[in-house]
Nanobody, 121 residues
Framework: QVSLVESGGGLVQPGGSLELSCAAS????????MAWYRQAPGKQRELVAS???????TYIDSVKGRFTISRDNAKDTVSLQMNSLEPEDTAVYYC???????????????WGQGTLVTVSS
């Protein structure tokens, strides 16, 4: 089995910073993509940032220049550094992995349990 565990959420004041981390476990082929999604109360889940196996990144417009996604392939982890946080960033943040099982053609689409980020004064 493959699983993801997120950590790092919490309460922060506007303008503050948080770093979220996501650790993957299980047998995963090398060419997997990872991403962070978020879902605010009453709103649909949206893609915040993604990163390919080679390190190419994509961000939603509202977080460009404030958030940075990175990965450590040796440790099978992905992080989201969030700076200059705004109340609109308040949401449950979910880690996502899309790839293949090691030595397999079986597709993987795995989600973490979510970690709550609250930005409030």
């Amino acid at each position: 089995q493959v699983s993801l565990v997120e950590s790092g959420g919490g309460l922060v004041q506007p303008g503050g910073s948080l770093e979220l981390s996501c650790a993957a476990s299980g047998s995963i082929a090398n060419n997997y993509a990872m991403a962070w999604y978020r879902q605010a109360p009453g709103k649909q889940r949206e893609l915040v940032a993604s990163i390919t196996a080679d390190g190419a990144t994509t961000y939603i417009d509202s977080v460009k220049g404030r958030f940075t996604i990175s990965r450590d392939n040796a440790k099978d982890t992905v992080s989201l550094q969030m700076n200059s946080l705004e109340p609109e960033d308040t949401a449950v943040y979910y880690c996502n992995l899309k790839g293949f099982r090691l030595f397999s053609t079986q597709r993987l689409d795995v989600w973490g349990q979510g970690t709550l980020v609250t930005v409030s004064s």
